[in-house]
Nanobody, 126 residues
Framework: QVQLVESGGGLVQAGGSLRLSCAAS????????MGWFRQAPGKEREFVAW?????YYADSVKGRFTISRDNAKNTVYLQMNSLKPEDTAVYYC??????????????????????WGQGIQVTVSS
């Protein structure tokens, strides 16, 4: 069992930056593919980024967001720069026992993830 706890959310003006952190329990953190997803009010959950030796981003955040991990600290990060009002959402980190299969989009499906954090609000004001 893996527990995930997000932190670092909040309110920021458009153009600003935030860094989300997701701390994971367990001793096998380095073996998990880690992802970030988000859900805006009235919308479906959407993929943001994943990392598992390589990284992959949704087109909507590419060039603005960076996913990284520190396996020694059992933590995955999402650095968000040049934030836009449309980035406003609850952000979730997720862990998967599945791995990149050669298709970059394989791990963009939330159903591939086994564990989820409780989510954290990010609000970007215009």
């Amino acid at each position: 069992q893996v527990q995930l706890v997000e932190s670092g959310g909040g309110l920021v003006q458009a153009g600003g930056s935030l860094r989300l952190s997701c701390a994971a329990s367990g001793r096998t953190f380095s073996s998990y593919t880690m992802g970030w997803f988000r859900q805006a009010p009235g919308k479906e959950r959407e993929f943001v980024a994943w990392t598992g030796g390589i990284t992959y981003y949704a087109d909507s955040v590419k060039g603005r967001f960076t996913i990284s991990r520190d396996n020694a600290k059992n933590t995955v990060y999402l650095q968000m720069n040049s934030l836009k009002p449309e980035d406003t959402a609850v952000y979730y980190c997720a862990a998967s026992t599945r791995y990149y299969t050669g298709s970059m989009t394989y791990m963009t499906d939330g159903r591939k993830y086994d564990y989820w954090g409780q989510g954290i609000q990010v609000t970007v004001s215009s």
